[in-house]
């Protein structure tokens, strides 16, 4: 017999990474080739720090670890760093869930900002310290902003097209817990 919590938890992981295989697609094609003056929002970020808020168990550590790795190497960035500081913002959000299940979206919205610029600044601060050139301060600043102002969309359609709630206070997992 087929355990359906089970099916709809792996499921649900298999569709972040395709998700997230999409998202490295689009952000690698060659649409421009002349440089921008701007970036865009970290989309993949937003999403993996979406659905570590609302459902957990949705993001595991190794899988967050995986994709962000794969991100690392794909976009060029120096290999692990930006993926150490997401998997260490993701088990912090996580850990947090409980606290935020009864609090409003703005709160929400207002942990993600929070913890997406002491993320942004602590790459920065490595990239300094290893004598890398961390790029732009504007660009940067730039691209923390648009994924903050972006966020809410990524929870709409996380929601909307996805399904991905919080659980509530007397929601059960798969094995008759209560989350």
């Keep these: 017999m087929m355990d359906t919590g089970l099916f709809q938890l792996w499921g649900m992981r298999l569709l972040l990474v395709f998700l997230a295989l999409l998202i490295l697609f689009f952000h690698l094609l060659p649409l421009d080739p002349a440089p921008s003056n701007w970036a865009g929002p970290d989309i993949l970020v937003a999403l993996v720090f979406a659905w570590s808020v609302r459902r957990p168990e949705y993001v595991p550590v190794l899988l967050v670890a995986g994709v962000m790795l794969l991100a690392d190497m794909m976009l060029q960035r120096p290999p692990g760093l930006w993926s150490v500081l997401v998997v260490c913002a993701v088990e912090w959000l996580k850990s947090r869930e409980r606290r935020q299940r009864e609090t409003t979206f703005v709160l929400e919205w207002l942990t993600f900002a929070g913890t997406l610029i002491v993320i942004t600044i602590l790459y920065r601060a490595v990239m300094m310290i290893l004598i890398l050139a961390p790029g732009t301060l504007t660009l940067s ?37 209560t989350l």
Excluded: E, K
């Design 141 to 177: 600043l730039v691209q923390v902003l648009m994924t903050i102002a972006f966020y809410p969309v990524v929870v709409g359609v996380s929601y909307f097209l996805f399904g991905v709630r919080r659980s509530a206070p007397g929601d059960m997992d798969r094995l008759g817990r």
